[in-house]
């Protein structure tokens, strides 16, 4: 007894530490609260542009829902509609577009600068875990939100990452192996991709995950509010500025930039115009399935080593990542920022080769069999 | 006889009132050529006052200034329906801040005890007649539609008579009553121009542009000490004010930017009656795909065995794609002997589908992740990323009578043989009990 009630004050003290509720008015939120100066400073911006580019997300989102219809019959030809005849609507559908792939960037750059600068130190265990949960949530969105154009990429590219689930299935010993084909129906709603899937899709895409989204966001936010700015470096200048007013027009100022060149990209460049037209005909459930079926860019650091090596050790590295990500305030406590440095360039480096060299490097290994 | 007067007396009054009363008073009375500030009498209404007269007056005395001066480019400009309503609204503008100054500034003399000690009847006289020039203008402009356009036109040659001393007073007088009154009490003002405070007006600081800006150092520690605390406000206030103007600002243009994108969105669409109809079809075609894709599905749940296609239309390097009992798409060929081959198209990798071209080696390819498949036994080729073989479907063969002549099932045992005329008018179906 005395034991347990032990534990529960332990668990008590880690939340109290971790979630300082005390501190949560405005003299500590907003007017004590400053920013460090420092050479890593730029990076202080990166979680506000995610956040800008969710916002954009979730107003163009918004708007594409009114003329955006889930049905296998109409959700291609009510995309068209938008692009071609709705008013402005090629600009709206084209800064969504646009605003998702930025969003997933920022989110990637804000993860590894984060994590180069130990700001996921103790007490910041929380915000750490909400950001990875946000990174999953927005590759959810990415993942379901492919699906709605419904046209050839968009469905075969979701028929490759369902089956991909199934094929986990070799790997679990006895009964569990039919496991991942449950799981894989259960997400399709029927035994292909079809109408049920796309309503499951537009349902999570639409609401559930913006719920969710909105709720660790909230949590996240909240915690950097507590806790402040962290200290970003191993011997700080000592200079500050005052978060407001001056760090936030700095950093609406940099919005304002930011918009305007997604505006302008948005205008004058459709994101589809870096695939071939024919998979963006609708789909054809008839037809062969077109060449070049690829998932967006984001997803080519996953997809181009499940291309090329046994999917186990895809399995595992998928595994070992997700939980490392999840641990990572316990596992690397005791490291310094030099070697959480050169662990980020490790990892940028690796995410940009795969997402810019991973055709050519795939056509290399695929020549040497 | 009036109109000789008011439209050719008055202006030479005027103009001889304002030469020679201005250079009189800048001989006698030099030091008189101020604006008698009163700012340290009271400087709260007068922020509101001075700062929007000054600003709309000076605007619109530079319109009239361009607008006569040079009828020709001001004419040309304001053939440009845009650029006349942008004219016309700063226009309008200016003159309500200018409404707004007087009319503080006539109130302010009235109502402050410290002010009406200095206040001279030609104070008052200069605002009213002021007033009043502003209130006819406005007149004008409200009532008399595009001043700016035919302005130019009709009262510059009036105008430019007075100047040439050859006053033609034929030109103004069937103008309208407001723009008479535009024109006297102008004459009444300039005549009264250089016995009043207007005088400031010709004496600009020019040199205040360019002059070395001035330090103000107390001697004493305790007031320098207050001024700068003072200055450090001032300037903090200031940036504080930049960064509203430039958020504000800014704000507002982008949601000029955007609503105007966002709110047209909602907007009805545009489309021409053949865009209408093309998007009906479109629309009308889909929904008949799905339709047929349903019906495809009812008849696979009612039917014994379906329909594939006749053995005739059958190939043996080109698959015909037909949808199996499982909804799954499959192909069908043909093989040397005439029997059909019936493949599942869905790839045992990842589920796309396979291609229907046959290679010169007998293999279909899937393009996905780039397998090989042999139509005979519908292994993979060595290297491809799917392991397992396409499953061969079951088939029975028709004749005209719907008899079943040959059949066999997804194990590959056949029952029956073909003939040369089953081979021209055969019908190949799949059947429910292979499946």
Aim: net charge positive; hydrophobic share 50%.
């Amino acid at each position: 007894m005395e034991d347990k009630k032990n534990k529960f004050q332990i668990f008590l003290e880690f939340m109290r530490e971790r979630l300082p509720l005390q501190k949560m008015n405005f003299e500590t939120m907003v007017q004590k609260k400053e920013v460090p100066i420092h050479r890593m400073s730029w990076a202080y911006y990166l979680g506000g542009l995610t956040l800008l580019f969710f916002i954009i997300q979730l107003v163009t989102g918004t708007l594409l829902l009114f003329y955006y219809q889930s049905t296998v019959s109409d959700a291609y030809v009510s995309v068209e509609f938008i692009t071609l005849y709705v008013k402005s609507g090629f600009l709206i559908r084209n800064l969504h577009t646009w605003s998702s792939s930025c969003m997933i960037f920022c989110l990637l750059a804000h993860m590894i600068t984060t994590f180069a600068m130990k700001a996921f130190d103790r007490p910041r265990e929380i915000t750490w875990i909400t950001g990875v949960l946000l990174l999953m949530l927005t590759f959810a969105f990415g993942f379901t939100g492919y699906l709605l154009p419904w046209h050839q990429i968009a469905v075969n590219a979701t028929k490759v990452v369902l089956q991909s689930i199934e094929m986990v299935g070799q790997y679990l010993p006895g009964s569990l192996s039919t496991f991942p084909t449950y799981l894989k129906e259960l997400i399709q709603g029927e035994t292909s991709v079809g109408q049920a899937t796309l309503s499951r899709f537009t349902a999570l895409h639409v609401v559930i995950l913006p719920l969710l989204f909105f709720g660790v966001l909230g949590l996240h936010l909240l915690s950097v509010q507590l806790h402040g700015m962290s200290q970003g470096v191993d011997k700080p200048t000592g200079k500050k500025e005052k978060f407001f007013p001056i760090f936030i027009i700095k950093d609406f100022w940099v919005w304002g930039c930011v918009f305007l060149g997604v505006f302008i990209l948005a205008q004058c460049l459709p994101f589809e115009s870096f695939s071939a037209y024919p998979l963006f005909e609708a789909y054809n459930s008839l037809g062969s399935t077109p060449d070049g079926i690829k998932p967006e860019w984001y997803f080519y650091f996953i997809y181009y080593p499940l291309e090329m090596l046994p999917f186990w050790v895809i399995m595992i590295g998928q595994v070992v990542a997700g939980v490392g990500l999840i641990l990572t305030p316990w596992i690397f406590k005791h490291t310094s920022r030099k070697v959480l440095g050169m662990i980020a360039w490790l990892v940028t480096a690796y995410l940009v080769i795969i997402t810019v060299f991973g055709p050519q490097i795939y056509e290399v290994v695929k020549g040497a069999h | 006889m009036f109109d000789q007067f008011m439209f050719v007396g008055l202006p030479y009054v005027a103009l001889f009132s304002f030469i020679v009363g201005s250079i009189v008073r800048y001989r006698c009375r030099q030091f008189s050529y101020s604006s008698l500030s009163t700012q340290f009498l009271e400087d709260r209404w007068l922020a509101w006052a001075s700062f929007p007269w000054h600003v709309g007056i000076l605007i619109i005395l530079m319109g009239h200034l361009v607008a006569f001066a040079m009828p020709g480019l001001w004419s040309s400009l304001m053939s440009v329906p845009l650029f006349l309503l942008v004219v016309e609204a700063i226009g309008v503008l200016c003159s309500f801040l200018c409404l707004m100054g007087l009319i503080i500034l006539l109130v302010r003399r009235f109502v402050d005890a410290k002010l009406q000690a200095v206040t001279s009847y030609l104070d008052i006289i200069a605002l009213i007649i002021l007033l009043f020039q502003v209130c006819s203008g406005l007149s004008i402009a409200l009532m008399h539609r595009w001043g700016a356009a035919w302005a130019p036109g009709a009262l510059g040659p009036y105008l430019h008579s007075i100047f040439l001393l050859k006053p033609d007073v034929s030109l103004v007088v069937d103008m309208p009553v407001f723009v008479k009154l535009h024109i006297m009490s102008a004459c009444v003002l300039i005549m009264f121009f250089p016995f009043t405070r207007l005088v400031h007006a010709l004496s600009l600081p020019f040199q205040y542009f360019v002059r070395a800006p001035q330090k103000v150092v107390w001697t004493n520690t305790r007031a320098q000490a207050r001024f700068e605390k003072k200055e450090k406000y001032e300037h903090e206030r200031r940036l504080f004010l930049k960064a509203a103007v430039g958020v504000g600002s800014s704000i507002i243009l982008l949601s000029l930017g955007t609503l105007d994108k966002f709110l047209s969105y909602f907007l009805k669409q545009d489309t021409t009656n053949s865009e209408q109809s093309h998007i009906l079809a479109k629309k009308l075609q889909h929904l008949k795909q799905s339709a047929a894709e349903r019906e495809l599905e009812l008849e696979r749940m009612r039917q014994s065995s379906i329909f594939v296609a006749n053995l005739s239309e059958l190939s043996r390097d080109r698959g015909k794609y037909f949808i199996d009992y499982l909804m799954r798409p499959a192909l069908a060929f043909i093989d040397e002997e005439g029997y059909p081959i019936l493949l599942s198209a869905k790839c045992t990798h990842l589920g796309c589908t396979v291609g229907q071209n046959v290679d010169k080696d007998g293999r279909i390819l899937c393009p996905c992740h780039i397998s090989y498949f042999s139509i005979k036994t519908g292994e993979p080729s060595e290297g491809s990323p799917a392991k397992e073989p396409l499953p061969h479907l079951g088939w029975e063969i028709r004749d005209g009578q719907g008899n079943i002549l040959v059949e066999q099932d997804s194990a590959g045992s056949r029952k029956g043989t073909l003939d040369e005329a089953l081979k021209n008018n055969g019908k190949l179906y799949i059947a429910k009990r292979f499946s």
